[in-house]
């Protein structure tokens, strides 16, 4: 009963009222409990969470401390790959599909125009091209990179020819091993720069 005894001798020498009737021994019970929460609240509990500290270098632009090491969507070393480290042998650093087969696709066919180039999708899409000899056809490409490994099934072709009759533009059958071509020339491309990234 000490408590009871204190907040009497505080209430005593405080004994003010409010415009509400209220006195202020009647409050005090209700600063106490502050006190004490606020004192609560100081105290390191450990609920088993990991420490982290800051990082103590900071970029411009940073708007709060950076905590563990800094990550990117373009994966470890950027979207061309470190330049410290050599490719592993499967050619897969840097973007979301094999490297080797990605810069081999573009490679050989850097004479259409390009529409579209998705690195992380493994998509490439060309517009129509027209050949100088042949005006009244032209031909577009799409290559497909399908997979990390540099292997036969990981690459898929499609091709597709129209002809230009009386002004307009028809779709024409492609030859049936014009797919399977392109997509040799593109793996022995990836081939040889893969025997070339190893000297």
Known sequence: MPVRRLMSKLGKAVNMKFYSGFQA?????????AVFGV???GCNFD????????NQTRLPGDNGPTYGDRQTILGEGGLFGDSTKKDDAAGTSGIGVNNLLWRASLDTISFMPLVSADPFGGVIIT?????PATPD????VNVYILGRALRADGLRASVFRQQNQGGQWIDAPVALNTATDLENS?????RE???ASKQ
Do not use: S, V
Request: aromatic share 10%; proline share 8%.
């Open 39 to 41: 004192a609560l609240a």
């Open 127 to 131: 517009d129509w091209y027209t050949p």
């Open 137 to 140: 056809e032209r031909f577009k």
């Open 47 to 54: 609920l088993g969470g990991e420490e982290k500290y800051p």
């Open 193 to 195: 720069l893969r025997a």
């Open 25 to 33: 021994k009647r409050l005090l019970p209700l600063g106490l409990l």
């Open 186 to 190: 593109i793996l022995t491309k990836a």
